[in-house]
């Protein structure tokens, strides 16, 4: 039987050089077929906003929401390790709503651990979680958050001021006690050199190759997202065209009575 990953497992999966698998879910069924392919890590997201709920950024998204939506993925019973993500104005105001939001999405939600977006601005937001153990993930580069600073969802770290930044942003994280790391929209390069400098795992998107593992969004790899579709997402399936068949042919056999049969019905 499966066990249960943990945290020390994935620092044992960084020192050995085995990859890191994770995938956005946000719902009991999804969740169900996700954990059993084998995925290592699970992150409830707050993507939901935008390839759930429709919004055009993740600013809307609510500590309700993503208690809601991490509830419902912990119904699975997955045996991946379950990040919550943290959503705006949750951890950004002062320490003690900090900490006060990230214990919910443990204890309501059931989360193992939750993300916070941001570097050195962030680091003792990290630290006054772990020290209420709670395991912290961080994220730096581009953070979705903070998208009318950088202008819009835009590659980081380009120049050399802004790789030291992120270099900067690296160290703090992993000195505040986060046990890895997402990095999000940068060069390759520059992932590449914060993943061999740091002791902690790096997760990366659209970060390149060098990175100890990857996350995508369920959504965009099925083939199920409409909204966008960023050069770093690979589609495993286009399940889109499929749905939409499926509920053509519906359509055509309730209109031309051919649905419900006999087999359907009670008697």
């Known amino acids: 039987m499966q066990k249960a990953k943990t945290v020390l497992d994935f620092h044992k999966m960084k020192a050995e050089g085995e990859k890191i698998t994770v995938l956005t879910s946000y719902d009991f069924p999804l969740t169900g077929l996700i954990d059993g392919a084998g995925i290592d890590m ?9 390839v759930v709920a429709g919004h055009d950024n993740t600013l809307p998204v609510t500590m309700e929401d993503m208690i809601y939506h991490t509830r ?20 950004q105001t002062d320490l003690k709503s900090a900490r006060l939001n990230a214990g919910l999405l443990v204890k309501d939600g059931g989360a193992a651990a939750v993300k916070i977006e941001g ?3 962030v680091a003792e937001t990290i ?11 961080a994220h730096i580069g581009l953070t979705p ?20 930044k992120l270099i900067e942003d690296a160290r703090a994280v992993e000195a505040a006690g986060a046990f890895a790391v997402v990095l999000e929209g ?3 390069g520059l ?3 914060i993943t061999e400098e740091l002791t902690i795992p790096t997760i990366g998107i659209g970060a390149g190759p060098h990175c100890d593992g990857q996350v995508l969004v369920i959504h965009d790899i099925l083939g199920l997202c409409s909204k966008y579709s960023p050069k770093f997402v690979k589609r495993y399936a286009e399940l889109a065209p499929i749905i939409g068949e499926a509920v053509a042919n519906y359509i055509a056999d309730v ?4 649905f419900p049969e006999e087999r359907h019905c009670f008697k």
Do not use: C, W
Not at 145 to 160: F, I, N
């Open 42 to 50: 699970i992150l409830v997201g707050d993507s939901v906003g935008v």
């Open 72 to 91: 419902a993925v912990m119904r699975a019973r997955p045996k991946a390790f379950v990040v919550a993500d943290m959503p705006f104005l949750s951890y």
């Open 119 to 121: 570097g050195v601005n």
């Open 127 to 137: 630290a006054a979680i772990t020290a209420m153990d709670i395991p912290v993930m």
């Open 145 to 164: 958050q903070s998208l009318h600073r950088m202008g819009g969802y835009k590659v980081q770290g380009k120049g050399d001021a802004q790789a030291e």
């Open 186 to 188: 940068i060069p390759m």
């Open 191 to 193: 992932a590449q050199r």
């Open 255 to 258: 209109k031309g009575g051919a």
